[in-house]
């Protein structure tokens, strides 16, 4: 939508044309510029989750969300009139796309009148996700790979 007084973004294509004149000498014309408006740029998309483990976290406790949602007879809308979240935010929980803080969770687990940790529960202890200096193989839960320097508490505080 645009607001009055303001043009539509365009592209200025200035062309200028040189010629020799009758006489030898170069003649500049130039042409009228041309408006060209500008291509629009595809949308980002996101890009696809490469940490399977994660997903399966995530899909895990939206599938136990919605379990109790439908258990209580609520629609997506009416619960997140309750949690106070807009109705595709708990689409995406749901669906294991978002990744709901611990303040969000709270306050589902409010709704649904359940501790956090019956809330939680669906989520079993295998699926914890290992820090990589402490098992290589677990997945990577970030894209940086910085190292810090690991040192013993104790020898830190110099008790030993």
Do not use: C, Y
């Amino acid at each position: 939508m645009q607001t009055p007084g303001r043009k539509s973004p365009t592209k200025k294509l200035a062309t200028s044309t040189s010629r020799k004149a009758a006489d030898g000498k170069r003649a500049t014309t130039q042409t009228k510029a041309k408006r060209v408006p500008k291509t629009p740029q595809p949308e980002k998309s996101a890009k696809p989750r490469s940490n399977r483990a994660a997903t399966v976290i995530t899909e895990t406790l939206g599938a136990h969300i919605k379990a109790l949602r439908i258990e209580r007879g609520l629609s997506q809308e009416q619960l997140g009139g309750l949690a106070e979240l807009d109705r595709s935010a708990i689409s995406m929980i749901e669906r294991g796309r978002a990744n709901p803080t611990l303040l969000t969770l709270s306050v589902l687990s409010s709704v649904f009148d359940r501790s956090l940790s019956q809330l939680l529960a669906s989520v079993t202890a295998n699926m914890n996700l290992k820090p990589t200096w402490k098992d290589p193989k677990a997945p990577l839960r970030r894209a940086n790979r910085a190292t810090p320097e690991r040192i013993d508490t104790a020898t830190a505080r110099r008790l030993r």
